[in-house]
């Protein structure tokens, strides 16, 4: 990409733990892709899915001050690869501007205010907006023919417009862009944006195994190999919970669910332990052994053209 500046990058919480493999295939996708990413040094949990139920000065000044940490290595735009953190790096922005809650999260900062110039966007947003296509269609090593993948966004990544400012709310497309440059035939899923339960997981499990249920069950019936995911907690439901789902609906599914990094660290031909595979529950070996027949197919009949 043209940019010449590093981003600041915030992995939050979920790439430290639960979400590793993200954070480990979104490194090592930027790097090859000419993204520059900077750790922010010292950052702090944005505050996740509860902060802002229980006071929004607290929220904001939690997430504020990781701007206030990237402002003093000379970083004015902050990406993460997490869409719940990209919410509330957003929100923080504009909550520093409120005559009401900005004052509040700047006394809890220790007077530290937030440079109106910040700015803070998905991993994704940058790859699919600033990273031309032929670029990545050049980086592509092993293309992922010979696999069909549903890409799921989750509801958070593009909502509420105003805010994300990312793709349609009911029906983005960069993750299917994405993945059909890298040679993976992508099915249009109505799907897409549903909620798949969220956090809910522990008090309300029931509801989450019926949420994600209809996710997996559609992609299934779709005949996707792979659901391609981009949010931690969505990947976590329909990875982790999906024995569950499968309890419950008295069916086996055993898709794979792959952060669209991975994929795409596929494509580009990168170690697998640089794209954590052997952290996802269900076995991701399906949708490795089609994209080795396809190449193998592929190299076949060039053979026999050739000859």
Partial sequence: MKRTKPFGYYPGCSGMGTSVEYDRSTRAVAAVLGIQLQDIEDWSCCGSTPAHTIDHGLSTALTARNFVQAEKQGLMDVLTPCPSCLKNLKSALHHMQSPVIGPKATKLLGGD???????????????HEEVDRDILVNKVRRPLAGIKVVPYYGCLMSRPKPLMQFGDEEYPMAMDDLLAAAGAEVIPFPLKTDCCGASMGIPLNEAVTRLSGRIIDLAVSLGADVIAAACP????????????????????YNIPVMYYTQLLGLAFNLPEKDLGLDKLVVSPQPVLDKLAAARDAAKKAKAEDAA
């Fill in 113 to 127: 205010t937030v440079n109106e110039e910040h700015t803070a966007k998905s991993v994704l947003q940058i790859i």
């Fill in 233 to 252: 907690l969505c990947q976590m439901n329909l990875d982790l919970r999906q024995s569950q789902v499968e309890k419950a609906a008295k069916k086996k």
